[in-house]
């Protein structure tokens, strides 16, 4: 469910999604955040070298197959907040939902779903912080009764941040909500 079956085992569900289930409908991913994509990811994400973009488009679209996702309705990627986006000057997420959507030829909502509160970055935090960071920071501007939703996002550590967007989706009557991110981190 959190794509941890697949580093241990392919019939085995983790402890913590049996304990907390997650929102989602599907969970899928492109590579484990290894070294290499650690630097080519965070080149992208913090150097913005957009030139990368293709490539981890194409990582993304792979993962898409790979894991039978179906088409959506809608896509939507982890937002950030206009403080956060003016610092950073863009949404690595957005672009990547944007590549994968122009070459599927998928309906991008973009300012559907909102993070209406700054927060602190995750990757500073424990799980325990990264999980109160988020609660409370998302919000959707209309109803979703019945619709599928594709979820992007650039890096899934402790899934707090899906967790809390998927469960935000689905309180707006989200039908099925599928979660792809480009990398997963392998657990220590």
């Known amino acids: 469910m959190c794509g941890e079956k697949y580093v241990l085992d392919t019939s085995h569900v983790c402890s913590s999604c049996l304990k907390h289930p997650p929102p989602w409908t599907k969970f899928g991913f492109g590579v484990f955040l290894t070294d290499i994509y650690q630097k080519i990811i965070y080149d992208f994400k913090f150097q913005k070298k ?13 993962a898409f197959f790979e894991f ?24 690595q997420s957005l672009e990547l939902a944007k590549g994968l959507c122009k070459r599927l ?35 959707v501007k209309q109803d979703l009764q019945g619709k599928s939703v594709l979820l ?16 935000v989706l689905k309180q707006k009557g989200a039908r099925t909500i599928q979660v792809l991110v480009l990398a997963r981190t392998l657990k220590k």
């Open 152 to 167: 992007i996002d650039d890096i899934y550590t402790t899934g707090a941040t899906c967790f809390e967007a998927s469960k």
């Open 50 to 62: 957009m030139e990368m973009l293709n490539f981890l488009v194409d990582i993304l679209e792979n």
């Open 105 to 139: 030829h998928f309906t991008l909502k973009r300012n559907l779903l909102l993070k209406i509160k700054d927060t602190l970055p995750q990757r500073e935090l424990d799980r325990k912080e990264r999980k109160l960071n988020v609660k409370g920071c998302f919000a």
């Open 68 to 91: 039978s996702f179906l088409k959506p309705d809608i896509v939507m990627c982890i937002p950030m907040s206009k403080n956060e986006l003016r610092a950073r000057g863009f949404n």
